[in-house]
């Protein structure tokens, strides 16, 4: 399922990294807050090189593009919505991927069932 979100990012998480049965992987989540009368903080992932690729900073605007996908862990689900196109506001100029990301890296990353990559 993909959307597209609009708003300010009003926090930027630590990066993770990690060993998966593909190799090591990166990700960068950021706070996206949007809009409104009654504004909502959505927590988005960015995935390998598109952290560089995209830039993303506090106080940036932001039109982001994302991918939801759910799964299921020990009977817990766990949902996770993936950036795969940035474009920074009043600027003509955005970091994107041509298509949504295909399998670049796992969404369990971790080596058992046991280990989450959050």
Same mark, same amino acid.
């Given at each position: ?22 190799g090591?992987?990166r ?17 988005? =992932? ?9 830039g993303?900073?506090?106080?940036? #605007?932001? &039109?982001? +593009?994302? *991918? !939801? ?23 003509? =100029? ?5 298509h ?8 369990? #990353?971790? &080596?058992? +069932?046991? *280990? !989450?990559?959050?």
């Amino acid at each position: 399922m993909s959307m597209e979100l609009k708003g300010r990012v009003v926090q930027l998480l630590a990066p993770q990294t990690g060993m998966g049965k593909n190799g090591q992987w990166r990700k960068q989540e950021f706070i996206l807050e949007t809009p409104g009368q009654y504004p909502k903080k959505v927590c988005l =992932s960015i995935w390998g090189d598109k952290i560089d690729q995209f830039g993303v900073a506090v106080g940036q #605007a932001l &039109t982001v +593009s994302v *991918d !939801l996908s759910s799964r299921e862990s020990n009977g817990r689900w766990y949902t996770e919505a993936r950036a795969w196109k940035v474009q920074k506001e009043g600027n003509s =100029s955005s970091g994107y991927a041509e298509h949504p990301p295909v399998g670049d890296e796992p969404f369990n #990353a971790g &080596t058992s +069932s046991d *280990d !989450l990559p959050f």
